[in-house]
């Protein structure tokens, strides 16, 4: 992990079960500061900005059927649509969105290296 203060800070948000955990480590494997921002557990809509404040977010997407079957969770639809509500103003501000329903974790991995290498200074 980069721990130099003057690396922009990436911040990662998504619904339970869309890779959040195994993106920073790769991430951070290469170099970047990253952060798991739990907004997906927040009331307050703009936490990862008041919290976290990242230079850069990104967005990971799984379906529900995706989410409760990665994490084994017991979970009700309402009990994912709450997360994605949860997260709407993250989604809406992300730089980066990436559905991680049909890709890899090294596909995830591989587009966000791509849009740091190419969309970052």
Not at 21 to 37: D, F, P, Q, V
Request: net charge neutral.
């Amino acid at each position: 992990m980069n721990d130099d203060d003057s690396s922009p800070l990436i911040g990662i948000v998504g619904p339970c079960g869309s890779g959040k955990s195994t993106l920073i480590a790769g991430l951070e494997k290469h170099g970047y500061r990253c952060r798991h921002i739990a907004q997906e557990h927040s009331y307050v809509p703009a936490m990862w900005q008041i919290i976290t404040r990242p230079n850069l977010l990104i967005y990971l997407h799984t379906s529900f059927e995706n989410s409760t079957s990665r994490r084994k969770l017991n979970w009700r639809v309402t009990d994912y649509e709450e997360q994605l509500r949860r997260l709407a103003h993250a989604r809406k501000h992300a730089n980066l969105f990436i559905d991680t329903d049909s890709l890899t974790p090294g596909e995830v991995l591989a587009r966000a290296l791509d849009f740091l290498r190419t969309d970052t200074p």
